[in-house]
């Protein structure tokens, strides 16, 4: 980022740039930054908040007034964090994933299932938003059913198509397929409009340690890294943070 | 967040080793006072209308987002899974804050908005993105702009 204000500004066009890690401003220097102390995702702090965003933006634009750079200044306000935050749990129950189910029918039977519990909620997303973020891997929502199957059934060692219509190949289409799995649980999580959605890390946490989506994306992941085609291998990092591989694998030690 | 101090060690480590092109010098072009100021968003955050080609990988390339863009017709193809992608799923402005622009246009704050905005796959190494960090340097100037907001992701 920082570096593209240099190449931006080289051309004749003033940049001032938000920063999220500010050694990384600090090393490039570019023109203008103004750093903020929100988490990866929000570069402007709060979703939905447009006067708490409208500060963040005037910050930044108010630095092109400075006469003389480069300009690092610190955002001083951080996001508000939903009191309920601590501890936040998903508002629809689901099942607990079977660690243990490892065979493919069972695998899907499972997914499916917890696609249906959330299928009102995220319709309920999609009428309140009136948008979604489905559709990176050329299918729409209607796909979501062959979208998890086919995670499911690579996952559990089964060998997959690419399910009709989406626009990529395998192996580099599960991440694609990966993408609009966790947009369809994360717009029906977080669609309930009488609580206040928690932060990306809660949402994750949730995600990858609490829902079938979970256990079969990591699955898929360790299917991917042991691949002898290095395409396979190459697509693993698209299916779930390190983070989550190294969490997982420290709670079934434990 | 975030100063590398405070992240997990794992997400620290991972920034460390993103290459970080070194510049001799900073470039400073003096804008016209901000209230005559065209403005134009350039995201990082690897979005894109639904319509257009997926980010890949790797990938040096750059979609261009009209300034009327239907926020409905946003997604997110960005290759990292290591950032919060449901606060843009909540509200597109989070990351793209093109109506922010326009209603500081309306009240006068800034000069106009820009036709023609740019996102790029910010978790390329940078150095390779010279050319069409230039090139939409060049497309900027070419459409008026005198400033152009960076928002990473």
């Known amino acids: ?254 | 967040m975030a100063r590398l101090s405070d992240l997990a060690p794992e997400a620290a480590a991972a920034l460390e080793r993103l290459p970080l092109p070194a510049f001799d010098s900073t470039p400073w072009v003096a804008p016209p006072p901000l209230a005559e100021c065209r403005v134009a968003i350039v995201s990082t955050a690897g979005i894109h209308r639904r319509s257009d080609r997926a980010f890949a990988g790797g990938a040096i390339d750059y979609r261009i987002l009209p300034a009327y863009v239907d926020p409905a017709d946003l997604v997110m193809s960005h290759v990292s899974v290591n950032f919060d992608r449901s606060g843009f799923q909540q509200d597109s402005e989070l990351v793209f804050p093109v109506g922010h622009l326009h209603e500081l246009a309306a009240a006068g704050h800034i000069g106009s908005v820009a036709d023609w905005h740019y996102s790029f796959m910010g978790a390329t190494d940078p150095t390779r993105m010279v050319e069409s960090g230039h090139e939409v340097g060049r497309l900027l100037r070419e459409d008026g702009v005198h400033a152009a907001l960076l928002v990473p992701v």
């Not at chain 1, 306000?77 to 994933?97: K, N």
């Open chain 1, 1 to 254: 980022m920082s570096a593209l204000a240099h190449y931006i500004e080289a051309e004749g066009v003033a940049t001032v740039g938000i920063s999220l890690v500010r050694e990384h401003s600090e090393h490039v220097h570019p023109p203008r930054t103004l750093w903020v102390p929100f988490e990866f995702g929000r570069p402007l702090g709060v979703p939905n908040d447009r006067a708490f965003q409208r500060g963040v933006v005037q910050a930044a634009l108010g630095l092109l007034e400075r006469p003389a750079g480069p300009v690092i200044a610190d955002y001083p306000i951080e996001a508000p964090v939903a009191a309920e935050e601590e501890g936040w749990a998903c508002p629809i129950s689901l099942p607990p994933p079977d660690e243990g189910a490892t065979d493919a029918e069972r695998t899907v039977r499972a997914v499916l299932d917890e696609v249906a519990r959330l299928r009102p909620w995220y319709e309920e997303a999609l009428r309140a938003r009136g948008r979604t973020t489905i559709g990176v891997s050329g299918l729409d929502a209607s796909g979501i059913d062959a979208i998890v199957e086919t995670l499911a059934r690579f996952a559990a060692g089964e060998t997959v198509a690419a399910p009709p219509g989406t626009a990529h190949e395998l192996p580099r289409l599960f991440r694609y397929l990966a993408d609009d799995a966790r947009a369809f649980y994360l717009e029906a999580a977080t669609a309930r409009p009488s609580r206040v959605p928690p932060g990306g890390d809660e949402l994750a946490r949730w995600l990858y340690t609490e829902t079938v989506l979970g256990a079969v994306l990591a699955r898929a992941r360790e299917r991917l890294a042991v691949s002898a085609d290095p395409d396979e291998q190459r697509a693993q990092g698209g299916l779930l943070p390190g983070v989550f591989v190294s969490l997982r694998k420290s709670e079934a030690a434990g």
